[in-house]
């Protein structure tokens, strides 16, 4: 793919879709950077978590998270072939991952301050095209001009069931199902209703619902979108050329 011109995709949708996995697998497959935009929200909250900038109840130190934005440093590096975040330096890859961080990030994404200061970040890092994004506002705000996008949706307990084997594969066995139902519904809640940048399916995204697709379905169906993405953007080149 050397020397080709090479275009920006938008990947949003619901929580626990598994819409990471298939923009990982994508970006790898067609070697593309991938930008994981929920784990920089997780990071902002685990940093508040850490310094006490959110209350066991639940409620932000609004001024004193804004006046640490900038002291706030995320960062992605590949660990044993998986893309780590890193807070300040530090690999938060598994804290960022943990229901403590889960139970407060939609709360954390509703603060406009916030999300203005890792939307530019996410801009500038999918300036130059050559991005497989993922997140909730990458089609509607990040990159309303993005060639591809593409908006993941399955039912709520097809998420939760796919996110509570996730957590007992990584050795939790303090969550139930039912916890992780609860939090994947008021996650959909809250980040469908917020005033800022809320969830919602750009008119020009294409939608996807996996509830009953295997990985493999998905991948191959996502790269038959990009292939012809990048046959549409070529066309267009030819044409105002
Ligand atoms: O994709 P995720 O579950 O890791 O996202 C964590 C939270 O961050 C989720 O509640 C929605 C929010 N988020 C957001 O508001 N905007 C994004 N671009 C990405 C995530």
Known sequence: MKGERKITIAIDGFSSTGKSTMAKVLASRIGYAYVDTGAMYRAVTLYCLEHNLINAEGNVDHERLIASLDDIHIGFAPVDGANHTLLDGRDVESEIRGMEVSERVSTIATIGEVRRHLVSQQQAMGRDGGVVMDGRDIGTVVFPHAQLKVFVTASAEVRAQRRYDELCSKGDTT??????????????????TREESPLRRADDAIELDNSNLTREEQNEWLYQQFEQALKRAKTRKKKTN
Not at 175 to 192: A, G, M
């Open 175 to 192: 969550t139930s199902y039912e916890e992780v139902l609860h939090n994947v519904n008021e996650r959909d809640r809250l980040d469908t």
